[in-house]
């Protein structure tokens, strides 16, 4: 079945830090790829999404490419701030009539100190 | 627009009381997803329904669990009798229509049984 597998956190940056955080996946087919945000306290909310190779999703300073030959679509921002602290999901929608259902990794906690 | 609302935000309840989580989806969305989330196992899909139809529950982990849509406003997750290691957050979510991607999550009722 689809899976996605994210890099072991936590990840602990300074301001202004570049970040990568690294995901993986396994589906039949050609999937779209989601970043989800939680923020403590929080619901998650959709990041940024790519629908198909070499798409590159953006939003708020993150970015991610959708890369079929290595099944990967691994999230960098540039400068990190103390805000960007949250808990980070990646995460794939077989499309089709799937119903909207995601399949998500098992989260990366991002700590940013000033 | 209001979001998907939950109630309560949070449960204390003791071990081998019925325990019913709510949730309202965005309206106009006809996709609806429950979610349980714990330190050790993660984000885990209870079950999801389309037009208020359930598709999947094959996540519910076992008979103590019931999820019900009675109509496109409204659903319900039921527990019973419940247990300490029912212990989690509960969140609810919502899709536009069959194919959206972008899921809206609501903000999750802790609930901790005792």
């Known amino acids: 079945g689809d899976s996605v597998t994210q890099m072991e956190g936590p990840v602990t940056l300074s301001e202004e830090a570049f970040l990568t955080i690294n995901c993986t996946y396994t589906?039949?087919?050609?999937?779209?790829l989601f970043w989800y945000v939680q923020y403590p306290g929080e619901g998650l909310q959709l990041l940024l999404k790519?629908?198909?190779?070499?798409d590159k999703g953006s939003n708020k300073g993150f970015e991610a490419t959708y890369r079929k030959e290595t099944t990967s679509f691994h999230l960098e921002k540039g400068s990190v701030q103390v805000s960007d602290s949250a808990v980070y999901f990646c995460?794939?929608?077989?499309?089709?009539?799937?119903?909207?259902?995601?399949?998500f990794g098992q989260g990366t906690i991002l700590t940013v100190h000033p | 627009d209001a979001g998907v609302i939950q109630s309560p935000r949070h449960e204390v309840t003791e071990m081998g009381q019925e325990v019913t989580l709510r949730c309202k989806p965005i309206s106009g969305h006809n996709s609806l997803f429950w979610y349980r989330q714990t330190m050790m196992r993660g984000l885990e899909l209870l079950i999801y329904f389309n037009n208020n139809v359930p598709i999947d529950d094959s996540g519910m982990p076992e008979d103590r669990f019931s999820a019900k849509m009675p109509n496109a406003s409204f659903s319900t997750l039921k527990i019973q009798p419940s247990e300490p290691r029912d212990s989690a957050v509960y969140f609810c979510?919502?899709?536009?229509?069959?194919?959206?991607?972008?899921?809206?999550f609501g903000p999750g009722t802790r609930l901790t049984v005792t």
């Open positions: 589906a039949t087919g050609y999937p779209s």
């Open positions: 995460a794939l929608s077989p499309g089709g009539t799937s119903y909207g259902k995601l399949t």
């Open positions: 979510a919502s899709t536009e229509r069959q194919s959206s991607y972008e899921q809206y």
């Open positions: 790519a629908t198909k190779a070499d």
